[in-house]
């Protein structure tokens, strides 16, 4: 029973190029959420999805970031024109209900040069 | 205020001591509670939940939650090296599941 799995485990991107950072959710799963964390700091919230929705992106920049959780296939997080403040590392998580805790992903962790 | 506050630490304990960890949090809507450890460069994992008032035990571990205080702490006994990692305290309000971390209190367990 394989748990969250993202990938890449790591990423590097220079200034001004996409990155793409995926998630699949525990079997059985069906809530997916994503957080960064920067070294040094918690976690922080960025977005909340359940399949083909988005529950709650009140932690997503306004701009260059989206995230979506399709119908087939893993969760996606997607970062356009990357900046070196993204560097961090995004964990996904998932969970079976709203009363479960989260199951975490090992993360990406992202670089921009 | 932030939402969930914790000491980032380091707190250091010797090896067989009692580690006590304590978390604040500033809503009072706030109705699940979980303690996550994470060892540096992982990710994080979920040891312990709790959603009512008292003391719920597992294992070494004990959370305690108490609700009129707005506060949750996590007792690790017999401490043991392995056990340094950085705590992590998480709150979510109602049955709605974005949940909020604190900083996380980073734990020494001195052999």
């Known amino acids: 029973n394989a748990g969250v799995m993202q990938n890449p485990r790591h990423l590097v991107r220079r200034r001004g190029q996409e990155a793409r950072l995926r998630c699949s959710p525990m079997?059985?799963?069906?809530?997916v959420y994503w957080y960064r964390q920067l070294p040094e700091e918690g976690l922080k919230f960025m977005v909340y999805l359940q399949k083909e929705n988005i529950i709650d992106e009140s932690g997503m920049p306004k701009e260059r970031f989206s995230a979506e959780f399709p119908k087939e296939g893993p969760s996606i997080l997607r970062i356009q024109q990357v900046v070196r403040g993204d560097s961090a590392a995004y964990f996904c998580?998932?969970?079976?209900?709203?009363?479960?805790?989260?199951?975490f992903g090992s993360g990406t962790r992202l670089t921009v040069v | 205020q932030k939402e969930v506050e914790q000491n980032s630490g380091p707190l250091s304990v010797p090896e067989g001591a009692i580690a006590s960890l304590n978390c604040t949090y500033s809503?009072?809507?706030?109705?699940?509670f979980f303690w996550y450890r994470q060892y540096s460069g992982k990710s994080p994992e979920l040891i312990m939940f709790?959603?009512?008032?008292g003391d719920k035990e597992d294992g070494r571990f004990t959370a305690q939650l108490n609700k009129a205080s707005q506060y949750v702490s996590l007792l690790i006994r017999d401490s043991q090296p392995s056990d340094s990692a950085t705590y992590l305290c998480a709150v979510s309000v109602g049955g709605y599941q974005k949940v909020t971390f604190g900083i996380g209190t980073k734990l020494q367990v001195i052999p």
């Open positions: 809503d009072r809507g706030s109705q699940s």
């Open positions: 079997k059985g799963h069906s809530h």
């Open positions: 709790i959603y009512s008032n």
């Open positions: 998580a998932s969970s079976r209900d709203s009363l479960d805790g989260y199951t």
